[in-house]
T-cell receptor, first 112, second 111 residues
Framework: NAGVTQTPKFQVLKTGQSMTLQCAQD?????MYWYRQDPGMGLRLIYY???????DKGEVPNGYNVSRLNKREFSLRLESAAPSQTSVYFC???????????FGDGTRLSIL | QKEVEQNSGPLSVPEGAIASLNCTYS??????FFWYRQYSGKSPELIMS????GDKEDGRFTAQLNKASQYVSLLIRDSQPSDSATYLC???????????FGTGTSLTVIP
């Protein structure tokens, strides 16, 4: 049972490069989320998708775009990477109602 | 005011002791409360959910919720070195799909 799968696990980019972080879940969850985690800052929500076909901004959306490709997949795109986007990125999913979130293993992204 | 606040610690307890972790939240209408454990370099892992006032026990873990005081706590009995991790408190507000996380409390259990 894979749960939430994120790819890649590690990535190094140069400033100005673009890339897409992939996330897929096999739990048939409606809602999916992208967070970044920085030392001392906790988890900060970038974007979320309450259901297939919808996306909403979170706390720190600037510099990012998302696509909810289908119910399983939710991707995060950095169009022009900046050193301030160096972070660990987590994807999460959950069922609706009062259900908890379940996290992927994360992507460790460094931008030089 | 932050949505969810936790003492960052670090909190150190001897092996076998009770570790007490605390969390306060700002939205009085919040309905769902969660504790996650995060080992260094790993992703958050759900350990407890609590939805109503009172205590909820699961093995060595007890979650306590007091909605009147807007306070959630996690007690870890018979603490083990393997409990050393950062513990994140999360709150699901009644409107929308957003969760709010505290910055986490770092716990070290000393053998």
């Amino acid at each position: 049972n894979a749960g939430v799968t994120q790819t890649p696990k590690f990535q190094v980019l140069k400033t100005g490069q673009s890339m897409t972080l992939q996330c897929a879940q096999d739990m048939n969850h409606n809602s999916m989320y992208w967070y970044r985690q920085d030392p001392g800052m906790g988890l900060r929500l970038i974007y979320y998708s309450a259901s297939e076909g919808t996306t909403d901004k979170g706390e720190v959306p600037n510099g990012y775009n998302v696509s909810r490709l289908n119910k399983r997949e939710f991707s995060l795109r950095l169009e022009s990477a900046a050193p301030s986007q160096t972070s660990v990125y987590f994807c999460a999913s959950r069922e609706t109602g009062n259900q908890p979130q379940h996290f992927g293993d994360g992507t460790r992204l460094s931008i030089l | 005011q932050k949505e969810v606040e936790q003492n960052s610690g670090p909190l150190s307890v001897p092996e076998g002791a009770i570790a007490s972790l605390n969390c306060t939240y700002s939205d009085r209408g919040s309905q769902s409360f969660f504790w996650y454990r995060q080992y260094s370099g790993k992703s958050p892992e759900l350990i407890m959910s609590i939805y109503s006032n009172g205590d909820k026990e699961d093995g060595r873990f007890t979650a306590q919720l007091n909605k009147a005081s807007q306070y959630v706590s996690l007690l870890i009995r018979d603490s083990q070195p393997s409990d050393s991790a950062t513990y994140l408190c999360a709150v699901n507000r009644p409107t929308g799909n957003q969760f709010y996380f505290g910055t986490g409390t770092s716990l070290t259990v000393i053998p």
